[in-house]
């Protein structure tokens, strides 16, 4: 196969972007905005002084294609950790966008910007599980960043960080499963959907973030 060709961009396109600094915001684990990928998978990590809530676009510069389904944001201990699947070799862009967590504002500006070249691709991509709102507030998921119908589905094991949260539990094809509190933010519980193999079956993990026990918001959607 013939190597990419590494798309041109524009002068000051790459790297940290208008707001990034005055979000808190510094870089963790790769501060060259150009990153080679030998595998097609990797973590990027940014540190963070604020609350801040992210959204993403990863773009194959071949294609213009958006691949959005394969980058999971969580944030722990003031390090927001982007994990990232590449489909196949090439160049691919990402874009990071933030605000603070108390701004309601809709549009989320850009903060930063990578060139990602994946030079192997050798491992299946699988999409990760949908981001709802109150997800980017201070949520870190441990396990299973990843569902899908050829995957083990006897005795999953979750585990969560869920901060404020009064309870936690998955609904799978409108069956509760109630998570047990280890401690602070720390939510886990372990049950099997193999009944629900290959009937593409909705599984949300929600919570209660509010005085009314019986109400329980979206954090994250997974698709069999």
Known sequence: MADAVRPDLPEGYLGAQGSFGELGLSVSSHCD?????????????????????????LINCATEKENNEYVFTHTKNNNVVFVIQLPEMGYYKLQLFAL??????????NVFNYLIHCTR?????YPYPKQYAQWKEGCF???????????????????????????VAVVADGEWYHFENRGG???????????????????????????DETKYCTLLEYKL
């Not at 603070?100 to 500006?109: G, I, Q, T, W």
């Not at 691709?121 to 991509?125: C, E, G, I």
């Not at 998921?141 to 309870?167: C, E, F, Q, R, Y």
């Not at 049950?191 to 593409?200: A, E, I, P, T």
């Open 33 to 57: 905005p150009c990153i080679t990928a030998r595998e097609n998978s990797l973590e990027i990590t940014f540190k963070t002084t604020k609350a801040v809530k992210f959204t993403h676009q």
């Open 100 to 109: 603070p967590v108390a701004d309601v504002s809709k549009s989320l500006p």
């Open 121 to 125: 691709a050798m491992q299946p991509v």
């Open 141 to 167: 998921l441990t396990k299973p960043l990843i569902l899908h119908t050829d995957a083990k589905l006897t005795n999953i094991a979750w585990s969560v960080d869920v901060p404020h949260a009064k309870g």
């Open 185 to 211: 933010p720390v939510w886990e519980a372990t049950f099997s959907l193999d009944q629900l193999r290959g009937k593409n079956a909705k599984i949300t993990l929600n919570a209660n973030l509010s005085d």
